[in-house]
Nanobody
Framework: QVQLVESGGGLVQTGGSLRLSCVASGGTFKDYYMGWFHQAPGKKREFVAGVSWSGLSTAYADSVKGRFIISRDNAKNAVYLQMNTLKLEDTGVYYC?????????????????WGQGTQVTVSS
């Protein structure tokens, strides 16, 4: 069983930056493709970014390309999401997710394990 705990959310102004962190425990971290999802108020949860087991490959939703960067540190059992040039529509809860199959996260918006989420609020 894998537990995921996100942190780093908060209130920022449009154009600002945040760095989200997700720390995993209870499993072999390097065996999991990791992803970040965003759930805007009243919307369904959607894929934002993913990073492969080794950290060598990344994937992003079109809406965040060029603004967000996902990375992982397997030595720390952690995955990060650097969020830059934040927009109002970035507001919502961000969830960390882990799955043994990368395509399940990237295409299916599914994962074996989910964190509790961290709130990001972007204001003007």
């Amino acid at each position: 069983q894998v537990q995921l705990v996100e942190s780093g959310g908060g209130l920022v102004q449009t154009g600002g930056s945040l760095r989200l962190s997700c720390v995993a425990s209870g499993g072999t971290f390097k065996d999991y493709y990791m992803g970040w999802f965003h759930q805007a108020p009243g919307k369904k949860r959607e894929f934002v970014a993913g990073v492969s087991w080794s950290g060598l490959s990344t994937a992003y939703a079109d809406s965040v390309k060029g603004r967000f960067i996902i990375s992982r540190d397997n030595a720390k059992n952690a995955v990060y999401l650097q969020m830059n040039t934040l927009k109002l529509e970035d507001t919502g809860v961000y969830y960390c997710a882990a799955d043994r199959t990368g395509s399940r996260i990237r295409v299916g918006n599914e994962a074996d394990y989910w964190g509790q989420g961290t709130q990001v609020t972007v204001s003007s």
